[in-house]
């Protein structure tokens, strides 16, 4: 998964500035890291909360399957509640390790605190400005009839700045309001010399999984390992596009942007084949097998028959392929599609940021994921078989059914080929509008068509209009 590499340059240095969260609706989500937490593991960050005593229960990151604990519950969890008790969580499959802090927090703002969270088979330690605490007497961290390796929550990402439930329906909440900065996940349990270390602004690298919020404003995985952050959309505080997404509720819904007398107007990706059709994409259930998922297009999104209609469609299909990709043109003869473009196992998780992206010049059809040319195939001639039979259909495909499960953004035809690098340049942040005849799911909360065919589309069932929420950049750094 990426998120906007050609953005940012990655962080080489940290503690001097933060993220600030509102305490509402912001948070940065991180690729699920399930296997990881199989394991002995340490969870390191700064954090400097708005309130010690809030309202309500403030969670500083984590996943978790299960409100209340159930016996195939699980969670990796930090937080502090209404009483000012900070307290980390880990259950496996309905066991669970807790550690309460000795000393709740004051009422009113709190200073730049560090905590260290090690989580390991012999017992859960919790260090705080490097130096491990004395816990309030009952949950201590120890693991007796947890089994890490049960620990399971599927392909659910791992929020910073509140918690997601994955139980019955998907849900963010328990938001903190503050800054949090310099944040850290290691595949082993940190000693107590490195907890200090990193409390006192030093860089421990060994078995280092994932890094975040460094000095530099982005949401890069800053340890290398390509395991960047994102929020509700992929391109944060991008000034027209990509700060914004929308999203489809899936199988069983009615969520939709249809575009009338749309028809005749894309003859030009099933007619001419000289086209490029480009979107972000957000699965929320990428490995179900009920349907295809309908990205955009005029044709239903059936790729185990034959059609007697003319139309193309994008779209991802773990129904009759596995994790793919998918293209098809129709020529509405009822026989093979020309061409039937799948590529295969793509991505692998939940809950993550993806820039999908089809080009043809009439001879071959390319995909491109995240910016890299994924696979390609010859698309046919050009021919003459007139307009769609179905208007432009988003998110759900012209039959009415195969609808997307997850979010959609800054979704862009064009009549021409893009090249490799002007893919790159628009995953970037960077608008490239010559050519663009329609530009759909842009930052504002419409249907509009900032194309140059200029054809508002019309919202169907409950599409949800989001911004990134992913807080705010703050120069107040712990280590300043």
Not at 19 to 45: H, K, M, N
Not at 323 to 348: M, R
Not at 395 to 411: I, K, Q, T, V, W
């Amino acid at each position: 998964m990426i998120i906007n590499p050609y953005r940012f340059a990655a962080a080489t240095n940290f503690g001097n500035a933060s993220r600030d969260f509102d305490g509402t609706a912001d948070y940065v989500d991180l690729p699920s890291i399930e296997s990881t937490f199989q394991s002995s593991f340490s969870i390191a960050f700064w954090i400097k909360l708005d309130d010690g005593q809030a309202a309500a229960s403030q969670m500083f990151f984590g996943p978790q399957t299960d409100s209340p604990i159930t016996t195939n519950a699980n969670r990796a969890i930090g937080f502090v509640n209404a009483s000012g008790n900070v307290t980390f969580s880990y259950i496996a499959d309905g066991n669970q390790s807790r550690n309460t802090m000795e000393n709740a927090l004051s009422d009113g703002a709190q200073g730049w605190v560090h905590y260290v969270w090690t989580v390991a088979s012999g017992g859960n330690k919790v260090y705080i400005n490097g130096i491990e605490d004395n816990y309030d007497g009952i949950d201590t961290g120890d693991m007796t009839g947890v089994t890490m390796g049960n620990f399971e929550i599927g392909g659910t990402s791992f929020p910073i700045g509140c918690r997601r439930i994955n139980i019955f329906t998907d849900i963010y909440r328990d938001f903190t309001s503050g800054l949090i900065a310099d944040f850290r996940i290691y595949s082993k349990e940190l000693s107590a010399t490195e907890a200090s270390d990193l409390s006192n602004g030093l860089h421990v690298a060994d078995s280092l999984f994932g890094w975040w919020l460094g000095n530099d404003d982005n949401l890069l995985d800053l340890s290398g390992n390509d395991r960047h952050g994102y929020g509700f959309a992929p391109l944060p505080d991008n000034a027209t596009f990509g700060d914004a997404s929308r999203n489809f509720s899936g199988p069983g819904g009615t969520d939709q942007i249809s575009v009338a007398s749309s028809a005749d107007q894309f003859n030009f990706v099933h007619d001419t084949k000289v086209f490029s059709v480009a979107c972000w994409v957000r699965l929320e259930a990428h490995a179900s097998t009920v349907a295809p998922q309908h990205i955009v297009g005029t044709h239903v999104s059936r790729p185990d028959i034959g059609s007697g209609e003319v139309g193309w469609a994008a779209f991802y299909d773990n129904a009759n392929a596995t994790k793919a990709f998918t293209f098809l043109i129709s020529a509405g003869d009822g026989g093979v599609y020309e061409p039937l473009f799948e590529v295969e196992n793509q991505i692998d998780a939940d809950g993550e940021w993806h820039h999908v992206a089809w080009t043809c010049d009439a001879t071959t059809l390319r995909f491109y994921l995240d910016g890299v040319e994924a696979g390609s195939i010859a698309s046919g001639s050009a021919t003459t078989n007139g307009n769609a039979d179905d208007n432009l259909f988003i998110g759900r495909d012209p039959g009415f059914d195969r609808e997307f499960n997850g979010y959609l953004a800054d979704l862009r035809i064009y009549d021409v080929e893009l090249s490799g690098a002007q893919i790159a340049t628009i995953i970037g942040g960077t608008n490239i509008t010559g050519d663009l005849q329609s530009h759909y799911l842009r930052n504002t909360n419409d249907e509009t068509d900032a194309g140059i065919l200029n054809l508002p589309g019309t919202e169907g069932g409950s599409v949800t209009f989001h911004t990134a929420d992913a807080g705010t950049f703050d120069i107040d750094g712990p280590l300043d």
